[in-house]
């Protein structure tokens, strides 16, 4: 299903997703002329089970482009809209809106202090002592690196912590997605750059602290990830199962924290991009996909994980 037929934009990219308190599905995702067009902004659309709404701007940024928006509902059920906005990857800054009305309206927007970025692609995790954690990224002409940044008084302030050691120089590691294990260390796994291969590394004090990443069997054209664990405690990972392209995707099952992976689904395998794409678990245990669709559109798409099989 495409979240839009038509729409005031010709491209979209990097789309985000979160559930609302009534059980609505909420996306975000940058639109406009082309990625790092001046134009671009933050669009938003809601779903009801049925159909998607129209486009509506979330956010944006005059005379400059929008990037990588993210949405996150705390457990104070504050839904925080993160995005970047900035000539380029190498020279954006870091903004956030807040909402208390799950996104019908939008807060004052917010710079966040130089040297912070907030997640940088895909959703943070909320521990049990409360603390939020999200995935960030640097990326420069020479050097790409990942780090976390943590919040323990609900987004108020945060912490930088790392880096994330690469495992070859001169390469490296952007957007990571977290994922916490059974016995509660937390794995970051990262999108690479002339690794070849999805990398992770692991926490075993709440993130402040990381090992250095290892690359995964599962291959990564340096194209964005995302995963999510289950209420059951299985991981689901949706990646672009290839060393170049961005195509095809696929959603992965891990039932061991991370260690195997299995093919539970070929979202696409055709010519063309799918690809940044994003998951979550909604309260009735349904998977929920977002991602790009040969940058025209954003494609949803939603599984029952109990009915999901290990395909060859």
Not at 212 to 229: F, H, Q, Y
Request: net charge positive; glycine share 10%; aromatic share 10%.
């Amino acid at each position: 299903m495409l979240i839009f037929d038509k729409a005031p934009f010709p491209s979209c990219h990097a789309a985000t997703l979160v559930e609302l308190g009534d059980g609505r599905l909420l996306a975000a995702w940058f639109g406009g002329k082309a990625e790092g067009a001046t134009d671009v902004k933050i669009w938003q659309s809601t779903f009801d089970g049925k159909r998607w709404s129209a486009p509506a701007v979330a956010a944006e940024e005059p005379g400059f482009p929008c990037w990588n928006p993210v949405l996150f509902k705390s457990q104070s059920k504050t839904l925080f809209l993160f995005y970047k906005a900035g000539p380029s990857p190498m020279s954006w800054s870091g903004y956030l809106r807040r909402s208390n009305d799950d996104g019908k309206t939008w807060g004052h927007v917010e710079q966040l202090p130089a040297g912070l970025l907030g997640p940088i692609k895909n959703k943070p995790i909320q521990l049990a002592s409360g603390c939020i954690v999200a995935g960030t990224s640097v990326e420069s002409h020479r050097a790409w690196c990942s780090w976390v940044e943590r919040s323990c008084d609900d987004g108020k302030t945060w912490q930088r912590c790392g880096p994330i050691a690469v495992p070859e120089k001169p390469h490296g590691l952007i957007q990571p997605t977290l994922l916490r294990t059974s016995d509660n260390r937390l794995l970051a796994l990262c999108r690479s750059r002339g690794i070849g291969f999805i990398c992770q590394a692991e926490s075993k004090d709440e993130g402040e602290t990381w090992s250095a990443a290892k690359p995964l069997e599962l291959p990564n054209p340096n194209s964005g990830i995302d995963a999510v664990r289950a209420a059951n405690g299985d991981f689901f990972l949706i990646y672009n199962h290839t060393k170049t392209g961005r195509t095809p995707l696929n959603l992965a099952r891990s039932q061991d924290d991370g260690k195997t992976w299995q093919r539970v689904a070929l979202l696409e395998d055709g010519p063309g991009e799918f690809s940044y794409p994003a998951i979550i678990q909604s309260g009735d245990g349904r998977l929920h996909v977002a991602y790009t669709w040969n940058r025209r559109h954003i494609k949803y798409e939603t599984f029952d994980p109990a009915k999901l099989r290990a395909e060859k």
